[in-house]
């Protein structure tokens, strides 16, 4: 870790910025910044050359969840169960598109912070944090929304289609907890549906090959004559 960086200072700034006396650790072991909206902890990793931006960026982003989330995790266990889907899959959305509401509206009250974003994202950029970008735009929707908001700020090019961009207009007006929740329900909606639609049409494949001609036709003979195993089962019928 930087040893410039003034860890006492650094609490106080994060309290300082939540108008609350939240927790601070600083922990060797964490791969990221979090904070817990229910134990009220704010916990900042300590990696190798942290610059003061990047350090500054982890908290205004960590203190916007202190702000602006509201600690109601039912409400993304049961979109969960509305959708059918595993209850961290719709958490990882919603953090998606909380995580948009949250920093625009951290820069919106602290204008100041909007450097630190930039020059953080920059430096988050050269450490490979967000991962191979070979094939940014080949990613699924909801990994190019995060990636927008964040290495998208500095100029990453991330594309959508109209229907994403129409998206995109939303969550760059969401102002609330409840926006969020809405926009999270027409993604999740939307991945179910796609992902039944695929489905349908991988059994149509499937169906369409067991009507191969040839498959048909069977002489009786050599289906008679067919080997089978010792329970009586040909192998064909035998599960793998």
Known sequence: ??????ITAKDRFARLLATENIDVIHDSKADTASFNTATRVLRLPR????????YDMLVAHEVGHALYT??????????ADRHGVDPMVAKDYVNVVEDARIERLMKQKFPGLRRDFIAAYNDL????????????????FIDRINLHYKAG??????RFDADENSIIRTIDAAESWEDVLDIVDTLLADEVKKAKQQEQEQEQGNQGLKGDPGDEEVDSDTAESEPTDQDGETPADSDP
Do not use: C, H, Y
């Open 1 to 6: 870790m930087n040893k410039a960086i003034n």
């Open 47 to 54: 990696w190798k050359e942290m610059s003061g931006q990047l």
């Open 70 to 79: 509201p600690n109601r995790i039912e409400d993304v266990t049961e979109m």
């Open 125 to 140: 950029m050269n450490r490979e944090f967000f991962g191979d970008l070979s094939n940014l735009n080949d990613m699924a």
């Open 153 to 158: 700020t500095i100029g990453m090019d991330v």
